[in-house]
């Protein structure tokens, strides 16, 4: 059995959940979200606390599989729904900056044109300045997949650091050809 897939997943104030023979609605102050269920898993709802168990049917190891994505993914819904999830993002390099062009993001990173990210829906971009970037959304999926397809358009390189990086992102620096 699943370590994770153990833990109950405990619900706020606010927060329902409502769950079929094939999918789990969460829904809370931010939104609503939905998953899948697999035929592997239950999952039902006792005071105040979502619990997902492995029904047997199907190999064991992927049942234990499902078990603990299944409940991650419950967990990561109830998280959304109530306080939502966040991802900042900084541009480095002499020039490059970005703009908002109503809810797309146009990047200018050191090509000969700019580059037009569109995010998703349920996904909110917000400018603290024109070199960082902040993406917030309930789905905590959807979140980090926009981050990544916008760091991809410039990632970070290893001799100037410059490009896309995460807030955080230590960026391991390679020295240069170096003259003997």
Same mark, same amino acid.
């Given at each position: 059995?699943?370590?994770?897939?153990?833990?109950?997943?405990?619900?706020?104030?606010?927060?329902?959940?409502?769950?079929?023979?094939?999918?789990?609605?969460?829904?809370?102050?931010?939104? %609503?979200l939905? &998953?899948?269920?697999?035929?592997? !898993? /239950?999952?039902?709802?006792?005071?105040?606390?979502v619990?997902?168990?492995? +029904?047997?049917?199907?190999?064991?190891?992927?049942?234990?599989?499902?078990?603990?994505?299944?409940?991650?993914?419950?967990?990561?819904?109830?998280?959304?729904?109530?306080?939502?999830?966040?991802?900042?993002?900084?541009?480095?390099?002499?020039?490059?900056?970005?703009?908002?062009?109503?809810?797309?993001?146009?990047? %200018?990173?050191? &090509?000969?044109?700019?580059v037009? !990210? /569109?995010?998703?829906?349920?996904i909110?971009?917000?400018?603290?300045s024109? +070199?960082?970037?902040?993406?917030?959304?309930?789905?905590?999926?959807?979140?980090?997949?926009?981050?990544?397809?916008?760091?991809?358009?410039?990632?970070?390189?290893?001799?100037?650091?410059?490009?896309?990086?995460?807030?955080?992102?230590?960026?391991?620096?390679?020295?240069?050809?170096?003259?003997?």
């Amino acid at each position: 059995m699943s370590r994770i897939g153990k833990k109950p997943v405990s619900l706020p104030s606010g927060v329902t959940v409502d769950i079929s023979a094939s999918e789990v609605k969460v829904q809370g102050s931010k939104g %609503s979200l939905q &998953f899948p269920l697999f035929p592997e !898993v /239950t999952a039902e709802v006792v005071e105040n606390e979502v619990i997902v168990k492995a +029904t047997g049917v199907g190999s064991t190891k992927k049942a234990s599989a499902l078990h603990g994505l299944v409940r991650a993914h419950v967990a990561n819904m109830v998280e959304g729904v109530t306080n939502g999830y966040k991802k900042e993002l900084e541009i480095q390099g002499v020039g490059w900056n970005c703009k908002m062009t109503g809810s797309d993001l146009e990047l %200018s990173v050191g &090509f000969c044109h700019t580059v037009t !990210v /569109t995010p998703p829906e349920g996904i909110s971009v917000k400018l603290e300045s024109p +070199t960082q970037i902040i993406i917030t959304g309930i789905d905590k999926h959807a979140v980090g997949q926009y981050a990544a397809n916008v760091r991809s358009v410039r990632p970070p390189e290893p001799y100037k650091g410059k490009g896309i990086r995460y807030k955080d992102e230590q960026v391991r620096r390679k020295s240069g050809k170096s003259l003997a």
